[in-house]
């Protein structure tokens, strides 16, 4: 047993610091730290920046641009950038999209789109979910019906993340009805300024866009933009899926969390004192530390395992469920931190150009939007529920 | 042992639960409350016609000498209908305060335009500081002349952007957080030296910060004896803390209802997602939560309006401590068991949610009272 990092690990640590140090925005870290409103063009700029460096596609190979790191490398990385406020990167077209095509699409598909993927040429968005298909993703509706050299797709697609940036969807569409529901998807490339694709915004309780409705009329989509064999796309999505859970647990994020927690509950006063010095707080902080320090070596495991050639199984679903609970205990304690003054709901104050007098603490505006919207972990990416139905059936064997 | 209302209890649930289901629908409720009033004057109209505005007040001001289980009635059918106006703070607190502080003049000049509805009073204890420490008062009031100067800041005003008047907790003797020294002062949102910023709510009202700057208030601005009101505000505070908690039990009841019904309504794997065992479950451990904060807050309501005793302010504490964690346990299960329709701005379920957490940053959140029960826990 040996929980340190070796020499060459922790040489890549300094590696990422120092990089993390001269190359991260100091406004666009701001942002990330404060849980302020990010821009699209935060984005793409640290997008740049990591291309540049070759640390943008983590789970490409090399030849397509990629970069080969451990999993142990690969969580440095995680635990480092969410330490120093790196934004995480927007994942539909990197670590979702991009690994099946590199798997299963033609040679063509990955000529074409990895390098647009690359340079921010093509925003991808997931177009899984539809109204009457959450958990059970399989019943999905959206039909492609082919017509020659093209398909023609209709449906709708919901809770699409940030679809009001994109130009690609890649969609799970049924293209046999005749078959067991799992055997007749396909996986589906889509251009959204083709005609007949329509966006609308869902505005979510905290009152932010960041989900949308996708409408599919009639739109006609190449064949060449299919992946893989027709009726096999629900192996794809497994597939992808398996890239989707890594990192749901989200440990980098709940460190990241913490610590800027105790620096509100540093700032905020009770009774005369600051309110991490006050035993319940005090006792309810260290309760959410201690269950991260657990998920953490819990994390680390998993890591390890897969390094030695094990495959993440039904184990990243017991830590999806563990780590999205962490994250949302700390959410709900900074929330409490504020006392009376989680109340107000100061929209201008979540801009960083923001340069009035803050209400409360200088990062307290967004503490309950952040709390409320940080409900989704335990629903999206497979609903909490599911993740222990996986792990009943899967390790319990029930 | 009755539990029941009596008829007039009754009549006077049936008359609010009217009201509500009428002027109050969801989508008329985000109208209220996007508007710049951010609620519906109208309704407050209704409320003062209908004779509502005097429940808790004396018969001889104009009132209908309601106990706390008349207000619990108001409160619960208010909470069910995520009603934005100033009920709590005009006719519970501030009415409260002036009842039981009040001189002859100000009980008979402001309870009787409370009563009908004329007049909005919206009441400042809390500070930047204070962290619902209701003693934790920094704001100052020196003697100048025949009256006073305020100075400080009074925080989360819910309603005070359109209040009529305001009350605020100031100290006119004593060091922070000590419990005599504190005064209680009328002030005219409107005086120099008066600034409010205003902002809206987390769950949909407005509220505002109050900053006081050398304001200028009379003698008669003063509420009861200089620097005794810190027990009437306590007493007081326990009587909002019944309120909020017979508030959130309407708010939990409703949450329920959808979140049933959606249960049963839901389709997933070819079943209505409500065969799932463990949301069965998860509805049952919600409905009982549920119960319990029934059970505390009609436990509430029937020492409201007792005298100030230890006994009171346990139940008091309890009562919030248990509300509070209901509210939050029924808020997060609600959201959850809907899914991502349960995010979304557009459905009223994710506005229960946060009203029943922000309840839990009024008057103390289940921690707090937690505190303060064990701080008066009895030795055997
Ligand atoms: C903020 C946000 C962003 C999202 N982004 C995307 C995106 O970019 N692309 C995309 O395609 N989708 C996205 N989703 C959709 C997300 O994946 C779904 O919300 C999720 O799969 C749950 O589906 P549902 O909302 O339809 O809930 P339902 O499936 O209707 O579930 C409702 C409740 O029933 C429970 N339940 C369902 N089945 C079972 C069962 N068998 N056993 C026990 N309990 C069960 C669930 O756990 C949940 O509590 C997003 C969702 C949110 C909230």
Redesign the pocket.
Known sequence: MNMNYTADELAFRDDVRTFLEEKLPADIAAKVKQGRRMSRADHERWQQILVKQGWYATHWPEEYGGVKWTAVQKHIWDEESCRYGAPRSIPFGVNMVAPVIIKFGSEEQKQHYLPRILSGEHWW?????EPGS???LASLKTRAVRDGDHYIVNGQ?T???LGQHANMIFCLVRTNTEVKAQEGISFLLIDMDTPGVTVRPII?LDGEH??NEVFFDDVKVPVYNLVGEEDKGWTYAKYLLTYERTGLAGIGASKAALSHLKAIAGRQQKNGRPLIEDPTFAQRIAQVEIDLMAASISNLRIIASVEGGGVPGAESSMLKVRGTEIRQTITDLSRRALGPYAQPFVEEELDLAYEGEHLSDEDGAALSPQYFNMR?LS????????QK?IVTKMILGL | MDFNLNEEQQMLQDTVARLVRGEYEFEKRLKFSESEQGYSEDFWKQLGELGLCAVPFPEELGGFGGSGVDVQSVMTELGRGLCLEPYMQTVVLAGGLISQAGSDNQKEDWLSRIATGELKIVVGLDEPQSHYNLNDVETRAEKSGDGYVLNGRKGVLIGGHAADLILVSARTGGDSRDDSGVSLFAVDPNAEGVERRVYPTMDGAKGCDVFLNNVQVGADALIGAEGQAGPVIQYQAGRAVAALCAEAVGAMEESIKLTLEYLKT?K??GVP?GK?Q??QHRMVDMSSELEQARSMSILAASVANDDASDERDRILAAAKNVTGRAGQFIAEQAI??????G?TWEYSLAHYAKRLIMINHQFGDDDHHLERYAGLLEAS
């Open positions: 968005c997931q177009g899984y979910s959450g958990s059970d697609k809770w699409t993340t979510t960041e989900v989704k629903i999206f990416g497979g609903s909490n529920e599911i139905n | 839901r997933q794997f997602i799932f463990v949301l959850q068991l809907h899914g991502g329709i995010m």
